[in-house]
């Protein structure tokens, strides 16, 4: 049943040391900031327990292979563990038979480790590819949290969408993907975390209090104008899992709970939204 006030994924994307190998940063400095996703995956999981939450975290399969025994005790702990891409490619620069190669290595990796093949998926970079949607229907996947054409509510993801430069944006056909949309808003990276590529600079390190604050006025518009809806939170264990920023995430799920909400896995979500969103276009 549809809960009445509404329902927040918190998600953890545990890209580790991907995140700076896929941009070719593999200097010691940068590897060490990956190394600290894996240091706070046993603080993050006692946050979780000690809030009876079960989450979904995005792996990528470089990670997985990485970092085997912080992966066996998110999924010992209960936590769903999602398709992220295996070096955290970004998908919008592969072609066709190199994203699948991707999903079906990084898929394997999860069914090894958890012994079935996962539900879920989120690419690395927000994106998709004209090919990717139809990939994950191959794949069998059922779910993905990656795009943003809501803010909380979930839709089916299309296929087949045409740009047409002298005429109007041509949109697909509805797949059998369930879309649990994202939001750069809802996402502690850019706000958390200062990187410096090149001649980009993002600042980040901002408050992490203020950031969470944000977080729950989205969590109250839901909950006062669409209370059966889902908002999905987007966080990175080497960007939250430091201690400050920890009792920040301790007070937003505080704030989610004064509020009724509560907390799923995407793949609980997408089991129970799917079955009405598939019904309603046939």
Same mark, same amino acid.
């Given at each position: 049943?549809?809960?009445? $006030?509404?329902?927040?994924?918190?998600?953890?994307?545990?890209?580790?040391?991907?995140?700076?190998?896929?941009?070719?940063?593999?200097?010691?400095? &940068?590897?060490? $900031?990956?190394?600290?996703?894996?240091?706070?995956?046993?603080?993050?999981? $006692?946050?979780?327990?000690?809030?009876?939450?079960?989450?979904?975290?995005?792996?990528?399969?470089?990670?997985?292979?990485?970092?085997?025994?912080?992966?066996? =005790?998110?999924?010992?702990?209960?936590?769903?563990?999602?398709?992220?891409?295996?070096?955290?490619?970004?998908?919008?620069?592969?072609?066709?038979?190199?994203?699948?190669?991707?999903?079906?290595?990084?898929?394997?990796?999860?069914?090894?480790?958890?012994?079935?093949?996962?539900?879920?998926?989120? =690419?690395?970079?927000?994106?998709? =590819? &004209?090919?990717? @949607?139809?990939?994950?229907?191959?794949?069998?996947?059922?779910?993905?949290?990656? *795009?943003?054409?809501?803010?909380?509510?979930?839709?089916?993801?299309?296929?087949?969408?045409?740009?047409? &430069?002298?005429? &109007?944006?041509?949109?697909?056909?509805?797949?059998?993907?369930?879309?649990?949309? @994202?939001?750069?808003?809802?996402?502690?990276?850019?706000?958390?975390?200062?990187?410096?590529?090149? =001649?980009? @600079?993002?600042?980040?390190?901002?408050?992490?209090?203020?950031?969470?604050?944000?977080?729950?006025?989205?969590?109250?518009?839901?909950?006062?104008?669409?209370?059966?809806?889902? *908002?999905?939170?987007? *966080?990175?264990?080497?960007?939250?899992?430091?201690?400050?920023?920890?009792?920040?995430?301790?007070?937003?799920?505080?704030?989610?709970?004064?509020?009724?909400? $509560?907390?799923?896995?995407?793949?609980?979500?997408?089991?129970?939204?799917?079955?009405?969103?598939?019904?309603?276009?046939?």
């Amino acid at each position: 049943m549809t809960p009445d $006030r509404g329902t927040v994924c918190l998600t953890f994307d545990f890209d580790a040391i991907s995140l700076w190998a896929a941009r070719g940063v593999t200097t010691p400095g &940068p590897v060490s $900031r990956g190394e600290f996703g894996a240091h706070a995956i046993p603080r993050i999981l $006692r946050l979780l327990s000690a809030q009876d939450i079960t989450s979904t975290f995005f792996i990528p399969g470089h990670t997985i292979e990485t970092y085997p025994e912080q992966c066996r =005790t998110v999924h010992a702990a209960g936590h769903e563990i999602g398709l992220h891409g295996y070096l955290h490619e970004p998908v919008s620069a592969l072609d066709r038979e190199a994203e699948l190669a991707v999903l079906r290595r990084s898929s394997a990796l999860i069914e090894r480790l958890t012994g079935a093949p996962p539900s879920g998926h989120r =690419t690395p970079s927000f994106d998709f =590819t &004209p090919h990717t @949607v139809s990939l994950l229907e191959e794949i069998g996947v059922t779910y993905d949290s990656s *795009l943003m054409g809501t803010d909380s509510q979930p839709y089916l993801a299309r296929t087949g969408d045409r740009h047409d &430069p002298d005429g &109007p944006y041509v949109f697909g056909r509805p797949s059998s993907v369930v879309e649990l949309p @994202v939001s750069w808003t809802l996402d502690d990276y850019p706000h958390l975390e200062f990187v410096r590529t090149g =001649t980009m @600079v993002m600042p980040g390190l901002q408050d992490p209090h203020a950031m969470f604050a944000r977080f729950l006025g989205d969590v109250r518009w839901m909950v006062h104008n669409e209370p059966d809806g889902v *908002l999905t939170v987007t *966080l990175h264990p080497q960007a939250i899992g430091r201690g400050d920023r920890m009792l920040a995430l301790e007070e937003f799920i505080s704030g989610c709970q004064d509020l009724g909400v $509560r907390f799923a896995s995407c793949a609980d979500v997408a089991r129970q939204y799917g079955p009405a969103l598939l019904a309603a276009v046939r």
